[in-house]
């Protein structure tokens, strides 16, 4: 199980359970993936469903990467996400979520 008071977000790859997180490098790569004027703004499209494919897949492999994941982002291009497109967007909003809270919390 993916431990939320690290961050961890587990996500299904072509049936391959693997774990996610987003790092501070990880955050990093994705701001400059994203060309995002800040991760505030990410966070703000997620909250008002203003997402996109393209915000989705960046976040996946930010967070894939800080988990330790090897993969290139061709890779995902071709990998089967476990729950499809839907869990890959709940994936990547969980991923922001746990890289901004405190699980139990108030931030």
């Known amino acids: 199980m993916a ?28 701001e400059e993936a994203l060309a995002a ?8 499209r997620f909250e008002a469903g203003r997402f996109t494919t393209r915000d989705v897949l960046a976040l996946l492999l930010a967070g894939l990467r800080g988990g330790g994941w090897g993969g290139e982002p ?3 291009l071709s990998v089967e996400v476990g729950g499809g497109p839907v869990e ?8 922001l979520a746990r890289a901004f809270t405190v699980p139990g919390g108030s931030g």
């Open 3 to 30: 431990n939320p008071y690290a961050g961890e977000v587990a996500v299904w790859l072509d049936g391959k359970r693997h774990v996610a997180k987003l790092t501070l490098g990880a955050l990093a790569e994705l």
């Open 37 to 44: 004027g800040s991760l505030i703004e990410l966070v703000e």
């Open 74 to 76: 061709r890779d995902l």
């Open 88 to 95: 890959a967007a709940r994936v990547a909003a969980e991923l």
